[in-house]
């Protein structure tokens, strides 16, 4: 079997299962924010009744992130309906906008270590110790796919399925063959692992992988920081993927054991001689930067094709490209130079808010004498927003970064269909933050080994 069938037979009780089948498992952990909570909830009461309990309060975890910096009085009220939830079920993970109080826009937090805020669900979730391997980890978000880079089977529902699961901590799951994405090589200190994903999408196409797991293997993945297999897997539901996974070594282990306070969680990983369904190999000494063009993740080229496009915007942000390694891949670059055109940067979580204030460029805590992350991108003339998912998709009119006119931007984001980042006639250009970066200082697409000659190290930086 493969680490997803596995992950679906111990959840099923069955002692294998086989792509095809629909098995009702066990969900360890089901996660949901302001978008999707409020109608969760509402299901979750009209199907099980207003005195309905969830099933278990310490598996529920809720993170608003999406509307929280706006005055728009919709937004405010999803934060109210979900700590009235909270409050009435006695949940015991809720990581409150606290600062949302009254009407009008919230002030930003003060001190991103002071605040029971978290910023985007997916980059929280390992942050705050819910994320483990071999676990079922659903959340009413396409992106939850992202914590199968922990090699657990973690995948999106609607709000239907999410209720159904808080009154039963159950679900109904068709098990999905297995797509082999093998990586060989190191990875260069030109490319990451949002170069990949992009050559990956644009060689399958936004449906390639549908209801498929796509496993994401070999050296090359190895050689990432366990943030960037984050934006691998992220990536796995623009493909149309069921979830994404990667193999779980000492630097997962590390991290969920310092995180977690569970100890019943089992590493699970493909048997030799599994059957996949596809397989391709890719050799990432001969992989160049890519961009994925308007409208659409699968629309790939490279950097350096696109070399005569304008640009009028650039942003370093969301679950894919808003992890404290993008921040320092996107720094390092910027470094005593400053950027040519508006150049937008929100921290993927308030951890990475307050590391990009604490750590240096080497991923290092900054000593005397030395800029930080965040001074760094701050004296390149970069506008830097407080965390959430802000322009990511769009949001309201007066969301920090939103195109709010029909202009070219190039961003660090995983979605560029007409429209996701606000106007319905901007262009959006998918990329890593080392291109985005590069980018920033030229105005137009440009390919960052113009800047990048060494690798970029990151220390110790989304680890510890
Ligand atoms: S950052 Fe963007 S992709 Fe990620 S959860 Fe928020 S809106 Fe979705």
């Known amino acids: 079997?493969?680490?997803?069938?596995?992950?679906?037979?111990?959840?099923?009780?069955?002692?294998?299962?086989?792509?095809?089948?629909?098995?009702?498992?066990?969900?360890?952990?089901?996660?949901?924010?302001?978008?999707?909570?409020?109608?969760?909830?509402?299901?979750?009461?009209?199907?099980?009744?207003?005195?309905?309990?969830?099933?278990?309060?310490?598996?529920?975890?809720?993170?608003?992130?999406?509307?929280?910096?706006?005055?728009?009085?919709?937004?405010?009220?999803?934060?109210?309906?979900?700590?009235?939830?909270?409050?009435?079920?006695?949940?015991?993970?809720?990581?409150?906008?606290?600062?949302?109080?009254?009407?009008?826009?919230?002030?930003?937090?003060?001190?991103?270590?002071?605040?029971?805020?978290?910023?985007?669900?997916?980059?929280?979730?390992?942050?705050?110790?819910?994320?483990?391997?071999?676990?079922?980890?659903?959340?009413?978000?396409?992106?939850?796919?992202?914590?199968?880079?922990?090699?657990?089977?973690?995948?999106?529902?609607?709000?239907?399925?999410?209720?159904?699961?808080?009154?039963?901590?159950?679900?109904?799951?068709?098990?999905?063959?297995?797509?082999?994405?093998?990586?060989?090589?190191?990875?260069?200190?030109?490319?990451?692992?949002?170069?990949?994903i992009l050559a990956v999408i644009g060689e399958i196409s936004v449906s390639g992988a549908t209801y498929k797991t796509m496993y994401f293997a070999g050296e090359g993945i190895a050689s990432l920081t366990l943030e960037d297999r984050m934006t691998l897997t992220n990536m796995a539901i623009e493909a149309g993927g069921k979830n994404g996974v990667c193999d779980v070594d000492e630097k997962t282990l590390a991290y969920v054991r310092k995180r977690s306070t569970r100890p019943n969680w089992e590493v699970v990983k493909d048997d030799p001689g599994c059957s996949y369904c596809y397989e391709h190999t890719w050799d990432l000494s001969t992989m160049e930067?890519?961009?994925?063009?308007?409208?659409?993740?699968?629309?790939?080229?490279?950097?350096?094709?696109?070399?005569?496009?304008?640009?009028?915007?650039?942003?370093?942000?969301?679950?894919?490209?808003?992890?404290i390694t993008d921040m320092i891949f996107a720094a390092s670059i910027l470094s005593g130079k400053k950027v040519k055109i508006p150049t937008y940067v929100v921290p993927g979580s308030t951890e990475v808010h307050a590391d990009m204030l604490r750590l240096n460029l080497q991923g290092q805590a900054k000593q005397n004498g030395q800029k930080s992350v965040y001074e760094v991108l701050q004296d390149a003339g970069c506008q830097i927003g407080p965390s959430g998912c802000a322009a990511c998709l769009g949001g309201p009119i007066d969301t920090f970064g939103r195109l709010n006119e029909p202009i070219a931007c190039i961003s660090t984001t995983n979605r560029n269909f007409p429209g996701r980042m606000g106007h319905k006639d901007a262009g959006v250009y998918l990329a890593s933050p080392l291109t985005v970066a590069a980018s920033a200082l030229t105005g137009r697409v440009t390919d960052p080994r113009d800047y990048v000659t060494a690798p970029i190290e990151t220390g110790t930086a989304g680890l510890v």
């Open 289 to 323: 930067p890519m961009v994925a063009k308007p409208h659409s993740p699968d629309n790939k080229d490279t950097a350096r094709n696109c070399r005569d496009v304008k640009l009028d915007r650039a942003y370093i942000g969301s679950c894919t490209g808003g992890k």
């Open 1 to 196: 079997m493969t680490l997803t069938e596995k992950i679906m037979a111990r959840h099923s009780g069955r002692p294998s299962v086989s792509p095809g089948e629909n098995v009702w498992v066990d969900v360890d952990v089901l996660m949901t924010h302001d978008v999707c909570g409020p109608g969760t909830i509402g299901i979750f009461k009209e199907e099980f009744g207003p005195a309905a309990k969830v099933w278990d309060k310490d598996r529920v975890v809720i993170i608003p992130d999406h509307y929280i910096f706006t005055a728009e009085a919709k937004c405010h009220r999803n934060i109210q309906i979900l700590r009235d939830f909270v409050k009435e079920q006695g949940l015991r993970y809720y990581y409150d906008a606290d600062f949302v109080q009254g009407s009008g826009m919230p002030s930003p937090y003060r001190d991103p270590t002071k605040t029971n805020y978290k910023g985007v669900c997916h980059k929280a979730l390992p942050e705050e110790g819910h994320v483990r391997p071999g676990e079922i980890l659903l959340g009413t978000d396409s992106h939850t796919c992202t914590a199968g880079a922990f090699g657990q089977f973690a995948t999106g529902v609607g709000n239907t399925d999410a209720a159904f699961t808080l009154g039963t901590g159950r679900t109904w799951l068709k098990v999905p063959p297995t797509m082999k994405f093998t990586f060989r090589g190191q990875i260069p200190p030109y490319l990451t692992a949002k170069d990949l």
